[in-house]
T-cell receptor, first 112, second 112 residues
Framework: DAGVIQSPRHEVTEMGQEVTLRCKPISGHDYLFWYRQTMMRGLELLIYFNNNVPIDDSGMPEDRFSAKMPNASFSTLKIQPSEPRDSAVYFC??????????FGPGTRLTVL | AQSVTQPDIHITVSEGASLELRCNYSYGATPYLFWYVQSPGQGLQLLLKYFSGDTLVQGIKGFEAEFKRSQSSFNLRKPSVHWSDAAEYFCAGGGNTGKLIFGQGTTLQVKP
């Protein structure tokens, strides 16, 4: 199995631009999670899905952030418009039921 | 409220010495417990997990952890640390919701 796949691995953009991060979970997993990691705030859960349905988005910082999961094999996290404080590493993870979460390699986002 | 606490932000040990990383949890019921490791620039990798049964759990890379209900702890141990063990370690707890609560992480530095 290829594991959780995230793209792009690195993204550099300018303030005000739209950013879209992509995730392909492990086949057969029914949960998908989006996390953000920064030095200041550590690892934060942004949103998670169960069977493609958003369950808890209380960690989404504000309306500039949105996430979708149109099918079991694909999810996106979008930031529009982006701001410098959004610079972080964004991780996607997937799991089957309440078992182990498997993490992708992350997308390092830099907003100038 | 549910929480996972790692009291030590940073630990330094000499190569070959033993290691214990502390993790305390606060949950209404016995949670599922996990230890993950993150090397620089990488995603999180599962070291071991506890769901039920034997309270001493063996993991990869020679790590083990012991669940102690009376102390609400799930400490990670390794008898002899290698330089390649230098990384950040995260303890996490979860339940039937699929969602994990992560500790703040402990950075391990290994002295030659």
């Amino acid at each position: 199995d290829a594991g959780v796949i995230q793209s792009p691995r690195h993204e550099v953009t300018e303030m005000g631009q739209e950013v879209t991060l992509r995730c392909k979970p492990i086949s057969g997993h029914d949960y998908l999670f989006w996390y953000r990691q920064t030095m200041m705030r550590g690892l934060e859960l942004l949103i998670y899905f169960n069977n493609n349905v958003p369950i808890d988005d209380s960690g989404m910082p504000e309306d500039r952030f949105s996430a979708k999961m149109p099918n079991a094999s694909f999810s996106t996290l979008k930031i529009q418009p982006s701001e410098p404080r959004d610079s972080a590493v964004y991780f996607c993870a997937s799991s089957f039921a309440s078992d182990t979460q498997y993490f992708g390699p992350g997308t390092r986002l830099t907003v100038l | 409220a549910q929480s996972v606490t790692q009291p030590d932000i940073h630990i330094t040990v000499s190569e070959g010495a033993s290691l214990e990383l502390r993790c305390n949890y606060s949950y209404g019921a016995t949670p599922y417990l996990f230890w993950y490791v993150q090397s620089p620039g990488q995603g999180l990798q599962l070291l071991l997990k506890y769901f039920s049964g034997d309270t001493l759990v063996q993991g990869i890379k020679g790590f083990e952890a012991e669940f102690k209900r009376s102390q609400s702890s799930f400490n990670l141990r390794k008898p002899s640390v290698h330089w390649s063990d230098a990384a950040e370690y995260f303890c996490a707890g979860g339940g039937n919701t699929g969602k994990l609560i992560f500790g703040q992480g402990t950075t391990l530095q290994v002295k030659p």
